[in-house]
């Protein structure tokens, strides 16, 4: 079932402009992903010999971050566009609604992991919780621990 036939006219006139527009943005946003990629893998390896591990760790994983951040959100853009000239049936809108909905997930998850520490009140008692940067979640046991009754 086509459930986008009434806008099959504008669609056909716009489609030759935006195709390529959208084949254009998704080769630039996985470009900006490896170039983030490789500038962050850069940035570590310089600072591994001049600060302490853990902190160029840090620095790494955020810096990754923002590179894989800004190309998934070029590549958003591009699926958004990719969705005004696909032919609109349930399947392909399904698809389409899928893969922005994986990607702003991914997006909102590095965003949230890259913002750094956060603050939180339970209770009256005030935490300070960290992001999550290693499988070792001792901290998280020693902070629960440590907190007053």
Do not use: C
């Amino acid at each position: 079932m086509d459930i986008g036939s009434e806008a099959g006219g504008v669609a056909s006139l716009i489609a030759p402009i935006l195709k390529p527009l959208a084949t254009g943005l998704e080769f630039f946003g996985v470009g900006v992903i490896l170039v983030g990629v490789l500038i962050a893998t850069v940035g570590y390896v310089r600072d591994v010999f001049s600060t302490e591990q853990r902190e160029a760790y840090e620095r790494y994983r955020a810096n990754l971050g923002r590179g894989i951040l800004l190309g998934l959100e070029i590549l958003i853009g591009a699926d958004i566009i990719a969705t005004i000239i696909a032919p609109l049936t349930w399947g392909s809108v399904g698809l389409l609604g899928l893969i922005v909905l994986i990607r702003t997930f991914l997006s909102f998850s590095l965003g949230e992991a890259s913002a750094g520490p956060v603050d939180l009140r339970r209770e009256g008692r005030e935490f300070r919780i960290r992001a999550i940067h290693t499988n070792d979640f001792d901290w998280i046991f020693k902070a629960l621990k440590s907190s007053p009754n």
